[in-house]
């Protein structure tokens, strides 16, 4: 009889093998719109600018923004070795769906098993070269795309963004505890939305209320990794499509942990 084991089958997918990345890390979010997206592209720029080789994988399959917040438009090209991903003006690299779209205003309708493995060839088909970081934007939430990143990738750490609102806590608290379940590092949390600041008094306006983020990673036992004010001058930039331009500066904690993974 077969001798019985509680080792968990090891679902990782292989890495296209002309690829080689070094760090693997998850941006996630326990919600929609608390601006995943906009910290992966600040940390993929901020580190590419450091000389860092970098990209940026869209796991955000149905949502996808990072194609526009860089102007790139369905210039994906392949061979036989694989799919190559678009590079950003920075240099930095980046592979979604809405590149590969004929029309990417027509809305991605898929079951999860097809999201799931559009998300695994995006590791095992894609042609990423040398890379020194590659960031994962999330789906939000905990559903069958970020349960497959944290299986079948080699993922080195998670970072949550949260935003200060009501429901803050219980969220941060899930997103954490589906890593820590998953065996994953969390580096921290950026919060996002943290305030906007007066143009004409410099005075600090927490817009969506009073931040709890403190004492909720102190209870996590994680840390802040930065504070975002709104910028509408980043969030012009996003829509201009010349995101590779900005340099974030309020994520130099988060940056601070990447480097340290070296
Ligand atoms: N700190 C900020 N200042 C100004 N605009 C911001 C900021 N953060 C995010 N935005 C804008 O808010 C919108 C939502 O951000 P983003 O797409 O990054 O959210 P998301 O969490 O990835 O969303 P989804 O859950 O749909 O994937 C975008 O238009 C983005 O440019």
């Known amino acids: ?44 720029n901020q580190m590419a600018k450091m000389g860092y080789r970098v990209g940026i994988l869209d796991a955000d399959i149905t949502g996808p923004s990072i194609p526009k917040m860089y102007g790139l438009h369905g210039s994906i090209k392949g061979n036989d070795s694989g799919m190559y991903p ?30 799931v493995n559009v998300v695994k060839q995006f590791w095992s088909e894609v042609v990423w070269g040398d890379l020194d970081y590659l960031f994962v934007d ?3 939430g905990t559903g069958d795309v970020p349960l497959t990143v944290f299986q079948s990738l080699p993922v080195d750490g998670v970072i949550i963004v949260s935003s200060p609102q009501e429901l803050v806590r219980m969220i941060v608290t899930k997103a954490y505890k589906m890593a820590h379940m998953m065996a994953i ?24 209320g009073q931040s709890h983020i403190d004492e909720i990673v102190e209870d996590l036992g994680t840390k802040v990794l930065g504070k975002m004010p709104i910028r509408t001058d ?29």
């Open 138 to 140: 999330m789906p939000p």
């Open 185 to 208: 590092p969390v580096l921290g949390v950026v919060e996002n939305y943290s305030y906007v600041k007066c143009p004409d008094c410099e005075k600090k306006i927490e817009v969506f």
């Open 234 to 262: 980043y969030a012009n930039a996003a829509d201009a499509g010349t995101f590779s331009g900005v340099l974030n500066e309020y994520v130099d904690d988060a940056l601070t942990a990447l480097v340290q993974l070296s």
């Open 86 to 115: 678009a590079e950003a003006e920075n240099g930095v690299k980046i592979m979604s769906v809405n590149l590969l779209l004929q029309n990417e205003e027509e809305p991605v309708i898929w079951r999860g098993p097809i999201l």
């Open 1 to 44: 009889m077969a001798k019985e084991t509680n080792k968990m089958p090891d679902l990782h997918v292989k890495l296209n093998p002309d690829s080689s990345i070094k760090h693997v890390i998850g941006i996630v979010s326990g919600k929609g719109g608390v601006g995943k997206s906009f910290v992966t592209a600040s940390l993929a």
